[in-house]
């Protein structure tokens, strides 16, 4: 476990009564620290993800965590979770200690820049000590994470090579492909949940892009799966270049980079209680995997599953889930928001519209489950909320964002 700093009680106090300022202009702050780095480091621009960047996505997710490691600054065990789950994240990207240097140095010149004559040599001192202190903790727990991938029996550090083996259509925008080592080596095995990091050299992109996507079949099948939304332009954000390379480009025999498999949104098969698993979406892909997996390692285990989706069109595995639900302890719902003639006739279709507490109670058999959830971002705030209200306890409550985290409790 990281050992962590002791810092001086002067430094906390600084910068615990600095945080409420900060926050105040945390995204400015962030945006700024962005362009401050990417000016000087356009190398960078090969690890972070380009839409996020534009979206705003990445900069309220750093600047939420920074200001939370400052809050904690006196107690940083407190989020050593949070720490992890974005050390997963570093790891897959490849994410180095001497990169933190760069970003503390650039934060320190953005936070000077937005505050101006607010932050004195006092308060940006302390920030760099604070900023030191978080990054110790973080470089550590990667340093971990990074041993433990590479330990694995066909375990590794880095991308390693992957050959599209096949790649098959899910639905309308789903595209699945089977990854299988250039090498012909082992594959590490993954917990359910889990995902790589896919890294590829686009023609006519000046810098790498990378990507996460779970795993969505169980592992030890010799191959890993992802599965992939074609995600089209919408009013907030331009067409998927990533996704969309995939689907038009990636053929079967082609190779993707691609990392060990990493994530803390795992399913925990030590244990016996009910299982819920909500999807929305493409947001199935993870709990695809947990479904399997629970079909080969806890059969009796029960299990209820809760799929939402627009429509027939754009629901992906169908048959998977067909066929899984001919297990008695395995039950299967499907919640159409735009169901065709077609649609309804799906066996397993019970409710049209978007999915909520109601309708939640009707076929969940009790409260008392492991709950995992995640699909887009309304949805994944409808669904906590119910199980907040229905008094589900935290503990409980497990779930994914994909891409940079968001807050659940908020609007
Ligand atoms: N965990 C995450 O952060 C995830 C993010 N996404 C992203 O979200 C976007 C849309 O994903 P799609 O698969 O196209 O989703 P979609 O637009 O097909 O919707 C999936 C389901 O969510 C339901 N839904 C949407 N808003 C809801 C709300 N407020 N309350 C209850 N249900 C709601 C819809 O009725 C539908 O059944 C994509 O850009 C995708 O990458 C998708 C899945 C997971």
Redesign the pocket.
Known sequence: MAAITTLHPKTIEIVQSTVPILEKHGEQITKRFYELMFSNHPELLNVFNHANQKQGRQQRALAAAVYAAARYIDRLDAILPVVRQIGHKHRSLGIQPEQYPIVGKHLLLAIKEVLGDAATDEVIAAWAEAYEAIAAVFIQVEQELYEEAAAKPGGWRGFRRFIVAKKGKESD?ITSFYLRPEDGGTISDFLPGQYVSVKLSIPGETYTHIRQYSLSDAPGKGYYRISV?R?GA?AE?PA?IVSNYLHDHIQEGDVLEVSAPAGDFTLDLTKETPVVLIS????ITPLLSMASTLAIRQPHRQTTFLQ???NGR?QAFNQELRALAENPAFSYYV???FPSDEDRKHPHFRKE????LEWMQTVIPSKDADFYF??????????YRALKQWGVPEQHIH?????PAGDLTKD
């Open positions: 925008v939304k995600e919408t954000k998927g929305g979406g493409v947001g939402a989706a627009l754009v919640c159409y928001e519209g978007r999915i909520d995640c699909g887009p971002v309304p949805f994944m705030k409808t669904v779930y994914e964002f994909f891409g």
